[in-house]
Antibody
Framework: QVQLQQSGPGLVKPSQTLSLTCAIS??????????WNWIRQSPSRGLEWLGR?????????DYAVSVKSRITINPDTSKNQFSLQLNSVTPEDTAVYYC????????????????WGQGTLVTVSS | QSALTQPRSVSGSPGQSVTISCTGT?????????VSWYQQHPGKAPKLMIY???KRPSGVPDRFSGSKSGNTASLTISGLQAEDEADYYC???????????FGTGTKVTVL
């Protein structure tokens, strides 16, 4: 059974960098049949897919257009986890952030999210 | 990419059926058979209830069913139970540019 455990600070100052980590158990961040995603949820923006990282002989990343200039998702194979960094945050980035897995194969994805991490409320405020 | 449109709320009595709609475009819901539905209780993470429009993961009661017609997908909960009271979100694949778009969410109330 795959489980995702999130960690990271709940308060970030405006203009600084939001950093979260998602630790994986029961699967591998380097799996050729999974992609590792970050999703956020806020009252103003609803659920919003932010991006993903996945390994298919090499590492790939895809990012949502809305955050593409500010986001980095990195795998950490030594700890079997992946991270989210969002730069230059504003109060608009206040949200609950989730990590989630999408299964797939070497050439396609199953287009649903399961499981999800427990969620981390990140507040951007001075 | 705009969010998929869902009704803000639906309600029903125990044992009744409710249906939640999820309206998109030909670029998302209408273009692919990759609609999924998630149940979210307060303070909890979303839980997968339906994938690929109408398939149920193991462990999800068969009271939950999904369908799609054109640009609109639907989730039906038959035999409504108290524990079904939650928020429900649809999600669709939307192409390689921004792969996933979510619905606006629907609160289901069991009267």
């Amino acid at each position: 059974q795959v489980q995702l455990q999130q960690s990271g600070p709940g308060l970030v100052k405006p203009s600084q960098t939001l950093s979260l980590t998602c630790a994986i158990s029961g699967d591998s961040v380097s799996s050729n049949s999974a992609a590792w995603n970050w999703i956020r949820q806020s009252p103003s923006r609803g659920l919003e897919w932010l991006g993903r990282t996945y390994y298919r002989s090499k590492w790939y990343n895809d990012y949502a257009v809305s955050v593409k200039s500010r986001i980095t998702i990195n795998p950490d194979t030594s700890k079997n986890q992946f991270s989210l960094q969002l730069n230059s945050v504003t109060p608009e980035d206040t949200a609950v952030y989730y990590c989630a897995r999408v299964e797939g194969s070497s050439s396609w994805f199953k287009n649903w999210f399961d499981p999800w991490g427990q969620g981390t409320l990140v507040t951007v405020s001075s | 990419q705009s969010a998929l449109t869902q009704p803000r709320s639906v309600s029903g009595s125990p044992g009744q059926s409710v249906t939640i709609s999820c309206t998109g475009t030909s670029s998302d819901v209408g273009g692919y058979n990759y609609v999924s539905w998630y149940q979210q209780h307060p303070g909890k993470a979303p839980k997968l209830m339906i994938y690929d429009v109408s398939k149920r993961p193991s462990g999800v009661p068969d009271r939950f069913s999904g369908s799609k017609s054109g640009n609109t997908a639907s989730l039906t909960i038959s035999g409504l139970q108290a524990e079904d009271e939650a928020d429900y979100y649809c999600c669709s694949y939307a192409g390689s540019y921004t792969p996933y778009v979510f619905g606006t969410g629907t609160k289901v109330t069991v009267l």
